[in-house]
């Protein structure tokens, strides 16, 4: 998988600033117009922030691979540390125990890591111990599913799952718009009903819908499995003799989902996935099925967070920016593919 996340956006602070800048600081850019006296220049532009600097020990926590979203937030870590002489990567094992989650966190700082990227298992139950390495004075770089509380983390950095929503919503809206279907059904294929993460991509995907005057007709979780992805599939095809358009929210259970289509031999609607599987990707290149598009929620972002860690803990700032210091939050943008951009992203995807 490639570790390059040039191609995505990051948002800081309300402004969209390119991957490429954000993570490997400053590059050859054009000289900027010289600023006026109230604007001041940023002390580390003409750096390289990848060059060799202060040996740093980065941790590494996240939940065990029980899907291909979460193995490839392992492998892009663990890829990216590699490429810097400067970093020693200390992972531990990955564990879906919330208590196991905490000890093996504990272990990292007990160990005096100078900075710690953690995924983890549930946001509010490993708060405390985020929190206890914020007080023991190593930096926390919270990956994705955030903690409550901020003085628990250093910098966020994560998906927009509300914006995933709004993606799909927005494509499956604009098609329907063109083809001229009124009144469509449209079903909605979840990932775990109960996680916040759920709710914002639901609610942008309802909330997208609206603009076009389109309302969900079927709504249903899978649980991020590919085994419930076909029986929820089966279920809402058996319940529904005509479909507009499906959104299911994750391509590894897409997998499941696309079994169930195609054991039913329907096709007279069409499908977008989640997350950005290269699966996905290259059914979507093909153009041989239901799924026309897939909306990205990318692993690189581990790969990003294993950066900023070795950036904050050599008390470096982003070279790209005015400030010296590294953003507290950054949320990447997710994208569309589409049979047409499909081959630009697939360097990105992971393998479900």
């Known amino acids: 998988m490639n570790k390059s996340v040039g191609r995505r956006g990051f948002l800081v602070s309300g402004a ?37 600097g202060t040996k740093v020990v980065i941790g590494f926590s996240a939940p065990a691979a029980d899907h291909g979203w979460i193995a490839a937030i392992a492998k892009n870590a663990e890829s990216q540390a590699k490429q810097y002489s400067d970093v020693e990567f200390k992972p531990v094992e990955p564990t879906n125990d919330i208590n196991q989650q ?54 966020w950095i994560g998906g927009d799952n509300y914006g995933l929503g709004v993606a799909a919503g927005t494509y499956i809206g604009k098609t329907l718009k063109e083809k001229g279907v009124s009144n469509p059904v449209i079903l909605e294929i979840q990932g775990i009903a109960t996680l916040p ?36 599939a089966s279920n809402l095809l058996q319940a529904h003799k005509k479909i507009d358009a499906i959104w299911n929210h ?11 289509i195609k054991e039913a031999n329907r096709s007279e609607f ?17 153009d041989n099925g239901v ?4 909306v990205t929620y990318s692993p690189t972002m581990a790969s990003s967070a294993i950066k900023l860690a070795r950036l904050i803990a050599q008390g470096k700032g982003l070279s790209d920016l ?20 499909a081959q630009k992203y697939l360097p990105l995807g992971f393998e479900s």
């Open 16 to 52: 969209v600033v390119g991957a490429g800048a954000l993570v490997s600081a400053c590059t050859s850019n054009e000289p900027a117009a010289a600023p006026s006296s109230a604007a001041p220049q940023a002390t580390t532009a003409g750096t390289d922030n990848d060059q060799p």
């Open 102 to 155: 905490i000890s093996a966190v504990e272990s990292l700082i007990a160990a005096k890591v100078n900075a710690l990227v953690i995924l983890p298992n549930d946001g509010e139950q490993l708060n405390q111990v985020a929190r206890k390495a914020m007080d023991a004075g190593i930096p926390v770089i919270n990956l994705d599913r955030v903690f409550p509380e901020k003085l628990s983390y250093r910098t």
């Open 197 to 232: 993460l759920t709710q914002d991509r639901s609610k942008g995907f309802a909330d997208a819908l609206k603009t076009f005057g389109f309302t969900v007709t079927a709504q249903q979780d899978a649980k991020f499995t590919v085994e419930s992805g076909t029986q929820v």
């Open 250 to 260: 994750d391509d590894d259970q897409g997998i499941g989902v696309l079994a169930a």
């Open 270 to 286: 069409f499908m977008v996935g989640g997350a950005g599987s290269a699966n996905a990707m290259r059914d979507i290149q093909a």
């Open 291 to 294: 799924l026309k598009a897939t």
């Open 322 to 341: 005015v400030e010296n210091t590294v953003p507290q939050s950054i949320t990447l943008a997710s994208e569309t593919i589409t049979k047409e951009n």
